[in-house]
Nanobody, 124 residues
Framework: QVQLVESGGGLVQVGGSLRLSCAAS??????MGWFRQAPGKEREFVAL????????YYADSVKGRFTISRDNARNTVHLDMNSMMPEDTAVYYC???????????????????WGQGTQVTVPS
């Protein structure tokens, strides 16, 4: 059974940094990324490592602050978050798929597997 397991969430001060990791087991995925969901809001796309890291994509709200990277040997994806802001507070979910197309990478339905989520809190 395929599983995605996130780690690295927690509490970080404004302007601080945090690293999230997601390890896949039971299968491999060509594309792995992150979504987040703040209280009372829809789950939104954050970042994607496309086709084993051949390219990366980011939401405008995190571009320049967050970096996604892929360790193909370990079937793991990381999200390095810098210059964090209270608006980054959310549950962060790892997502993965093998059949993504570029026009759909920001859509939840495009992904085949999801992690359980990890809380990130940036107090104002």
């Amino acid at each position: 059974q395929v599983q995605l397991v996130e780690s690295g969430g927690g509490l970080v001060q404004v302007g601080g940094s945090l690293r999230l990791s997601c390890a896949a087991s039971g299968g491999t995925f060509s594309s792995m990324g992150w979504f987040r969901q703040a209280p009372g809001k829809e789950r939104e796309f954050v970042a994607l490592s496309w086709r084993r890291g051949s390219n990366t994509y980011y939401a405008d709200s995190v571009k320049g602050r967050f970096t996604i990277s892929r360790d193909n040997a370990r079937n793991t994806v990381h999200l390095d978050m810098n210059s964090m802001m209270p608006e980054d507070t959310a549950v962060y979910y790892c997502a993965a798929g093998n059949r993504l197309i570029l026009s759909s990478i920001r859509q939840r339905a495009a992904y085949e597997s999801w992690g359980q989520g990890t809380q990130v809190t940036v107090p104002s």
